[in-house]
């Protein structure tokens, strides 16, 4: 397929990254790319969906990965899996045999595998550069929902309207659902058996990554997972803490020991970003470090520093996160770095083990099995926000009373900007629009 062909058969469908910010996937497509990565590594811990999703449609998934890369004239495709799922790997390399240009790369069992700065290192050895995207060295990274999306838009003809979601954590039956869009969370939970605690926490999101959330939350094009925690445990209790204590706390304890900035998977790269040196400004509101503060803008927000390397329990992701929307707001951007084209030398010793970050995070109790349910699931009621991922929001063009089916277009992306249109996830009838959402009421029983 031709690639103009193909960027709007993935526009129209709606398709967005599975997870993290989002990205539409039809603004990945660039003829400067000469490897196409499947990333399977699913780095977060507790969640289970990508490896299943590849090992029950492998076939699938590596035939749209092939499309992919003569669309964009690439020269391969590499699936890059952790060896840890062997199932996984065992799928991947019988339906990837009759691919010439196709490999698989194992990657270890470590955090944060996923983040796609150090997919694209592990499977091609190449560093994008610090403030850049993978297609600057030539790679464009899609993950394993998403891949699986394409195949259904181009095969089948179907636009975006369920999500796969892991739930974990205190529910009584752990589980991955293929749900419709805009479904409430605690619906979600009421499938897997309801909660297992009183005065639950919803996550949403892995527990390095994620966020607090509320029952009412709905699921959009980008939840992965949503883990139910008691108020008092690490993860939560690591959320909640105020920016002002955080600062507090820094000023009292940080001891220097740049036990954060040893471990963190960017500096490690070369990228010109050092945690515990924001910290030392931070905790000295000393305006001179200004390379150390703008090192925020390259920080991936992988959570290793605050919640796994900091021997004081302090939270320089969180800070850095303040100081990176604080930049964002005043237009700051960061500037592509070029000169970053070796690792760290020290960098495979400084490798965090999935097992340990699990003990550490103390939810070894939760890493079960979640395993794919097959059901089709049917809610009373859908909640379709207008931007569920990067770029700008759809808009409506429906009003309320109108009757629509699943896969309709109910919203149309933006004009002449990075955005996605929104389709019904249920049969139905639209009964709230607003500036943000359409709430459609399901028709089926
Ligand atoms: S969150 Fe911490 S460990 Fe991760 S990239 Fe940012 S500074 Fe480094
Ligand atoms: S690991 Fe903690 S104590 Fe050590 S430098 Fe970093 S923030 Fe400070």
Request: charged fraction near 20%; charge should be positive; hydrophobic fraction near 40%.
């Amino acid at each position: 397929m031709e690639m103009t062909s193909l960027k709007t058969i993935l526009q129209n469908s709606g398709i967005a990254g599975c997870g993290g910010a989002g990205f539409p996937a039809y603004a990945k497509l660039s003829d400067k790319i000469d490897t196409v990565i499947l990333n399977c590594a699913e780095c977060e811990p507790l969640f289970k969906l990508h490896r299943q999703l590849l090992e029950a449609n492998a076939e699938e998934i590596i035939a749209t990965m092939d499309m992919l890369c003569t669309a964009m004239h690439a020269e391969r495709f590499i699936v890059a899996v952790k060896g840890a799922y062997k199932k996984t790997v065992d799928a991947a390399n019988a339906a990837i045999k009759d691919y010439a240009r196709g490999s698989v790369c194992l990657l270890e069992e470590v955090y944060p595998a996923g983040d796609e700065v150090i997919t694209v290192y592990e499977a091609t050895g190449r560093i994008v550069p610090a403030g850049g995207i993978p297609a600057m060295v030539g790679c464009v990274v899609y993950n394993v929902e998403t891949v699986l999306n394409i195949h259904r838009a181009i095969e089948e003809d179907k636009a975006v309207t369920h999500k796969y979601v892991t739930v974990a954590g205190e529910v009584k039956n752990p589980a991955t659902y293929r749900v419709p869009i805009g479904m409430r969370y605690d619906e979600l939970v009421a499938l897997c058996g309801g909660v297992t605690v009183e005065e639950p926490v919803y996550f949403a999101g892995g527990p390095m990554t994620g966020k607090i959330a509320a029952a009412s939350d709905v699921v959009t094009k980008t939840t992965n997972g949503i883990l139910i925690m008691p108020q008092n445990h690490y993860i939560i209790q690591k959320r909640m803490q105020k920016t002002k204590v955080s600062i507090a706390r820094t000023m009292s304890t940080c001891c220097q020991c740049r036990g954060c900035t040893d471990l963190c998977p960017r500096n490690l790269l070369g990228h010109p970003i050092t945690p515990s040196d924001f910290m030392r400004a931070a905790s000295n509101s000393d305006v001179r470090q200004t390379e150390a503060v703008l090192g925020a803008l390259y920080c991936s927000q992988c959570g290793l520093c605050e919640m796994y390397s900091c021997i004081q329990g302090l939270n320089p992701r969180s800070l850095l996160s303040e100081a990176k929307m604080s930049f964002a707001k005043q237009g700051i951007r960061p500037i592509v770095v070029e000169n970053n084209d070796s690792a760290k030398p020290e960098r495979p010793y400084r490798k965090v083990p999935m097992r340990r970050l699990i003990a550490r995070l103390n939810l070894e109790k939760y890493d079960v099995a979640a395993p794919v349910k097959t059901e089709e699931i049917q809610p009373a009621q859908v909640k379709l926000q207008l931007s569920q991922h990067i770029g700008k929001p759809a808009t409506a063009i429906v009003k309320k009373g109108d009757k629509v089916q699943a896969g309709q277009l109910l919203a149309e992306a933006a004009k002449d900007a990075l955005s996605l249109p929104v389709h019904a996830s249920i049969d139905g009838e639209v009964i709230k629009v607003t500036d943000t959402a359409i709430v459609l009421k399901g028709t089926k029983k």
